[in-house]
């Protein structure tokens, strides 16, 4: 791989990739990172949303920041480069529960609510998630490759592994 083709995607933040492009992202705590990839195009998207709806925070002019407005931003941005949504699928990542003393806090269970809603707002847009490597009480840095749409998660202590 060569580091000249990685692009780094920032907290609250989504980038999309053709081929031979590599998306990552570090640090995906509560936060999720949601990979989206059309094999045909080899075009690959990546957001890195902090917080499940949009609609539930009055300063949400940020899009990637939301899993809701993130998911159609991405998508959006990956036509544009030759993306067919129909063609789509995805894989999901993060979602961990970070703070484990206030786990039964539903409010604070952020990593949780933000796995159900992008399950929820990929299924109702018929895109299939194929893998997913979420929850659990450690963060994870990925990275998605368009060559192929491997998606390879990084851990501290908890090995890496391919999805």
Known sequence: MNIKNMIIVGMADLNAVRDPGVLTTLGLGSCVGIALY????????????MLPDSKQI?????????????????????QKLGAN???IKAKVAGG?????????NESMRIGDRNVAATLQILGGLGIMVIAKDTGD??????????????????????GNKSI
């Open 85 to 87: 949504r129909r063609l």
């Open 38 to 49: 059309d094999p045909i195009a080899k075009v690959a998207g990546l957001a890195h949303c």
């Open 96 to 104: 961990a529960q970070m703070f484990a003393h206030n786990a039964t």
């Open 58 to 78: 009055q300063n949400n002019s940020v899009e990637a920041k939301f899993v809701d407005t993130g998911i159609i931003k991405l998508l959006g941005l990956m």
């Open 137 to 158: 009480t450690y963060g994870r840095t990925v990275e998605l490759y368009a060559e192929n749409g491997a998606f390879i998660i990084k851990t501290i202590g908890h």
